[in-house]
C-alpha cells in the first residue's frame, strides 16, 4: 500500500493512453513522457502498459506501508528515503514503513514512479489513465491528495526475482538498489535539446516563406498557458500565404497547429480528438519525450526532416527498449 502525504503538483495516475474512443469525442490522455513510463516499468518487471505515478514540477511524498520494488524515470530530481538519497533511472526496494519524498525538478518537467504489479485502479474503456476533464480513469477520475492510498497489482516472476534478490540487503538501510542501471542512450539530457526534429504538417505548403523561415529558424517560448493539452508557443507570427478555410480533421501528440493569432500549439497527451487550424508541423515521435520535458519558459526551436528519417529515429528508440528489456531479462535468469 502507498499512502500519498503530499501530492506534489499535478500527481496523476497514467498508462499508455486511451485508444479507439477518438470517433466518440473521448481524448487519448496517458503518460506525457512516454518514454520514461514505459522504462520506468521494465525496470521494475511491469509490462510497459502497467499504470505509473506522473508528477509534474514537483513530487509527491508517499509512505510505503509494505516493502515496495520501485523505479524512477523522467526528469532529474532530488529523491530521498528516510533522509538518503535515492537513486534514478534503477530498480529500487523500499522497506516497510520508509517515506519518499521528492523535491522540485531540476532538469525537465515530469517523472514517473512505477510500482511493481503497477496500480490497482480500475480500467475506463481499456485504460487507467486519468481523463482530468472528464474526471474518469485513474485514482477515482482526479489528481492525488493527501490520504489517498494506492494499492500495488499483482507482481509477475521478473518482479519476484528482483525483490527476492534485493531483500537480504534491506537489513540496516530504508532501501537498496540493484547495480546495474539503465544505458545513457536511453536517458534523454533534456537541457541539451538544442531543438525538436519535425516533418511538415498537412497545410505546411499553405503558410507564407517568411513564415516558414522563421519557424525554423528563430526559437519560441512556452508561454505560462500550456498544460497537458497543449503547449502555447510564443515568437515570430507565423501566417498563411492567403486565408484559408478549413474542415477540422485529425489530430495526434504533437501536432503542431496555427491559430488565427499565428502562435503556434503544440499538442500533447490531452489533445483535443480533432483540430480545425492549420498544422505547420508534426513533432518526429522519437523527440516526443523531450517535449514533454519542457516547461513554461523554456525556448524551444525546429528542424525539419523527412519522414523516412523520422521513422529511422522511431525504430533506433524501440530497438534501444528492446535490449533493455531482453538485459534485463538475462540479468534475472
Partial sequence: MLKIKKPGLLSTVQDLGRYGFQKHGVIVSGAMDSLAHRISNLLVGNEEIHPTIEFTLLGPVIEFTETTLISICGATMNATIDGQSLPLWRPVLIKKGSELRIGQCQDGCRAYIAIAGGLNVSS??????????????????????PDDEL????????SKNMIQSLTPNLINSPFTEMEWTVASELIP?????????????????????DSLDNFFNEPFNITAQSDRMGYR????????QHEEDMISEAVSFG?????????????????????????????????LPYVAQLKPGD?????????????KLYLKQEWNLQQLKQGIALKLR
Fill in 233 to 240: 508557443l510564443e515568437g515570430p507570427r507565423l501566417k498563411l
Fill in 255 to 287: 501536432t503542431i497547429q496555427v491559430p488565427s493569432n499565428g502562435n503556434p500549439i503544440i499538442l500533447l497527451a490531452d489533445r483535443q480528438t480533432i483540430g480545425g487550424y492549420p498544422k505547420i508541423a508534426q513533432v518526429a515521435t522519437a523527440d
Fill in 124 to 145: 475506463i474503456m481499456n485504460s487507467k489513465s486519468t481523463y482530468l476533464r472528464a474526471e474518469i480513469g485513474g485514482f477515482k477520475g482526479r489528481a492525488l491528495k
Fill in 189 to 209: 539530457t533534456h537541457h541539451k535539446k538544442a531543438y525538436i526534429r519535425v516533418t511538415p504538417g498537412r497545410q505546411y505548403h499553405l503558410f507564407s516563406k
Fill in 299 to 311: 525556448r524551444v526551436a525546429f528542424k525539419e526532416i523527412t519522414v523516412e528519417e523520422a521513422q
Fill in 151 to 158: 494499492k500495488p497489482g499483482q507482481i509477475g516472476s521478473l
